[in-house]
């Protein structure tokens, strides 16, 4: 990576944490290290196409600035408000990670699918009833 990639990087991990530290207000001295982390892992798995990731699967090939991962950072989030809460920016759900974006985003997705596969089924259903009454008028006529 050269120098230029590099920056972009730690500006585009800078630029989310003030957000997040500017929104929820926590203590950056004390958890701003974890939080760094998490984002850091969020898009670093995000460049290769991975949105959610299994924090008890996922291999983290880079130095984290905490130890602990993933079970203190976890743990750590949820408590300061950045996991569960109200607009967090973080989604946990059956130990599966992502930035809050990609989950909403990744949910519309799953409802546009579901709606899509009723509507099919709606109409698969209505074109075999109707073939039954098709059926049941050639069999009146035709004997």
């Known amino acids: 990576m050269n120098k230029t990639t590099m920056d972009i990087e730690k500006f585009q991990y800078d ?14 001295k ?14 670093e798995f995000e460049k290769n196409g991975e949105t959610i990731i299994d924090v008890d699967n996922s291999l983290i090939i880079f130095e984290l600035l905490e130890d602990g991962w993933p079970n203190k950072h976890i743990d750590l989030l949820k408590n300061i408000g950045l996991i569960g ?22 949910e519309r997705v799953i409802n ?19 073939d039954n009454k098709i059926n049941q008028i050639q069999r009146t006529r035709y004997g």
Not at 17 to 26: E, Q
Not at 30 to 43: A, C, E, M, P, S
Not at 85 to 106: A, D, E, G, Q, T
């Open 15 to 28: 630029h989310i944490f003030n957000l997040i530290s500017g929104i929820f207000k926590f203590n950056e």
């Open 30 to 43: 004390k958890y701003g290290n974890f939080v760094k982390d998490v984002i850091r892992i969020l898009l």
């Open 85 to 106: 809460s109200l607009n967090s920016p973080f989604v946990l759900v059956n130990r599966k990670l992502s930035l809050s974006k990609w989950s909403k985003k990744i």
């Open 112 to 130: 546009s699918f579901l709606k899509k596969i009723d509507i099919d089924n709606l109409m698969n259903s209505i074109i075999y009833k109707d």
